[in-house]
DNA sequence: ACCTGAACACCGTTCAAGT
DNA sequence: ACCTGAACACCGTTCAAGT
């Protein structure tokens, strides 16, 4: 089945480059800096070369969301010997960490489809977990849902706030700009969010993100 | 404290026509309609007009976002004297309600800031709710955001694939379209995930949403 | 103070032409 | 098949000028 490809002129690129262009702006500068033509200036071709190898930027982008996805090393971080629960917490910490290293990639997934195969790879893996649980087919697709649901919506929510270039800055500096941010709040009109503004400040933590996870865990469980 | 204002020509505009007609336009034709100068051009005036009522078209969408968020009519549709589980899940199912009716909308709520009037009355209501429930202060602002991520991440995702323009189809659509997506799911590579495509396409329904709540609520108040 | 015309510095994408 | 120059139809925002 193997066809021969290109009989022209040696292609002077690869999608990989061309993905890696893409993601490498998008860490240094963000969303806006990911653009067609700043990704054809950093790999050296002209703008609409780019065209050749993806039909649209919206595909660029899909292929820098898979290819972060193929970052998170699935197997290896997750002890099968352990209880299932913890099985779940350790890839959640894991998928989590992997992807806030690119901090301007999360509205893309959010945003887009997430149905590549790293995503589809990432969602088996899931539901094989859950399985093991005791949780019916069913459930555990539902449940596997939720995790997702959780585990890119408070990456969104986190990243939200946050300047739109460069990493993401430390855990401390961001619980100091949420607390900055919301220590404003009138509490003649808001009493209760006023007063739970340290709370509110360290919503962007590990921590708090590993509360989060488990009362969902509990949720699952109960239901079980 | 009255201070008078404008003594030029009196202003063509408000600020809420200017945020009525960018709505329209997000309702109508997705993210990408919304420009500064279609805004403009529906108001009647010339594009840079738009930056004496607002500094930068990201202060238009966020008024957009608190416009909508001001269409939850939070008191009157959770009765008080019902237990705060069903308290809380009206109010959740509202709010979601309300949101979806502007599907573009939802994309900028999840990448903003979210933090003007309407969303910290609504904040503060949900942590009333479970205040009432008998959380500690504490507890119920961390649940309230894992109920806020929750609420917001589904929509997020189950809007990510849906076309970027019009209003969001019905749901048996929705869950049609979603079926045909998952259906080349090869169940050589992903067994489970290619025999739970039924369960996956049903993820964007109101009884998804509800039973994902409801875990929700089972963890938080495993939890008290 | 509010609005305009014109311009600046960008976009994503297409197309005809070269090799 | 791959790449280029040039163009098309847009952007958000700024600035000087008018009233």
Redesign the pocket.
């Known amino acids: 089945m193997a066809r021969r490809?290109?009989?022209?002129?040696?292609?002077?690129?690869s999608e990989e480059m061309i993905l890696d262009a893409a993601l490498d702006l998008l860490d240094e500068g963000g969303s806006a800096a990911?653009?067609?033509?700043?990704i054809?200036a950093r790999v050296?071709?002209?703008?609409?070369?780019?065209?050749?190898?993806f039909p649209?930027?919206?595909v660029v982008l899909q292929g820098v969301v898979e290819r972060i996805l193929g970052e998170v090393e699935h197997d290896t971080v997750v002890d099968a010997a352990r209880p299932w629960r913890e099985r779940v917490e350790s890839l959640a910490l894991h998928l989590r960490e992997r992807v806030l290293a690119h901090p301007a990639a999360v509205p893309l997934m959010v945003g887009g489809p997430m149905d590549g195969r790293n995503a589809l790879t990432l969602n088996e893996q899931l539901l094989e977990l859950l399985c093991d649980a005791g949780l019916t087919p069913t459930d555990a697709a539902r449940a596997s849902y939720l995790l997702v649901v959780y585990v890119f919506g408070s990456m969104a929510l986190n990243v939200a706030h946050g300047p739109d270039s460069g990493p993401l800055p430390p855990e401390a500096d961001r619980v100091a700009a949420r607390r900055d941010r919301f220590a404003a709040i009138p509490a003649e009109s808001f009493p209760r969010s006023a007063a739970a503004t340290d709370t509110i400040a360290s919503f962007v933590t590990t921590e708090q993100f590993l509360w989060g996870l488990r009362r969902l865990l509990d949720g699952i469980t109960a239901q079980a």
Do not use: E, I, M
């Not at 050296?44 to 190898?53: D, K, L, Q, S």
């Open positions: 490809r290109r009989p022209g002129p040696r292609r002077a690129l990911a653009s067609v033509r700043s054809a050296g071709v002209a703008p609409n070369a780019v065209y050749t190898y649209s930027k919206a």
